[in-house]
């Protein structure tokens, strides 16, 4: 399926001259939802996985259906202030700002086998954040997986030790 026509380009949002992906058409499509959603599955393809770790927000959209499919564990990874219990925590900067993302201390097992996932790789900041925090926690990224990749804001480079997969590159 071409999920490109789901995506909606949204100028100046939040800020002037950043040009947004609007990934709500998609979601909204029952069918291209669906199929989103098992293409990210189908990146996953007999790997084993303990964890599935989603970033907030919008990580949080795909990330539990995977995490439930894959028979892993469902982790939240964040921003800062939002999490109850004892956290970690990173700072890191995204296309449009800076920020602190934090995971709770007991959120990953020394040994854990790890998919992150979230919507968008932008300049890479909140995916590298939330590698770190992940192999602070003794936890081996083993694939971050993404709806869109903005290529042209190299975001790749900075996760580039970690197998990637994409599902649409911009
Ligand atoms: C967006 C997006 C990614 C991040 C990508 O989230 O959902 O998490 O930015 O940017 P980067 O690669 O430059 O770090 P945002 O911080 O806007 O939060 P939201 O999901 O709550 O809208
Ligand atoms: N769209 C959605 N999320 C984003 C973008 C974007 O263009 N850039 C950074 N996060």
Same mark, same amino acid.
């Given at each position: ?52 770790? =989603? ?6 959209? @795909?990330?539990?259906? %995977?995490?439930?499919?894959? *028979? +892993?564990?469902? $982790? ?61 926690? =003794? ?6 997986? @993404?709806?869109?990749? %903005?290529?042209?804001?190299? *975001? +790749?480079?900075? $996760? ?11």
């Amino acid at each position: 399926m071409d999920f490109a026509p789901y995506i909606r380009d949204i100028e100046d949002f939040p800020k002037p001259g950043v040009v947004f992906k609007d990934i709500t058409p998609l979601l909204k499509d029952p069918k291209a939802f669906q199929k989103a959603g098992d293409a990210l599955l189908g990146f996953t393809h007999n790997m084993q996985i303990d964890k599935v770790v =989603g970033v907030d927000s919008r990580g949080f959209i @795909f990330a539990p259906m %995977l995490a439930e499919k894959l *028979g +892993a564990g469902f $982790i939240t990874v964040r921003k800062s202030g939002k999490l109850p219990y004892s956290t970690i925590s990173e700072s890191y900067d995204l296309e449009y700002g800076t920020g602190i993302l934090e995971m709770h201390s007991d959120a990953i097992e020394k040994g854990d086998r790890v998919l992150v996932h979230d919507d968008v790789l932008a300049t890479g900041g909140t995916a590298q954040a939330v590698c770190k925090l992940v192999e602070k926690l =003794g936890g081996e990224v083993v694939q971050c997986n @993404f709806l869109i990749e %903005l290529t042209f804001l190299n *975001g +790749a480079e900075k $996760i580039r030790r970690y197998p990637k997969e994409v599902l649409l590159k911009y």
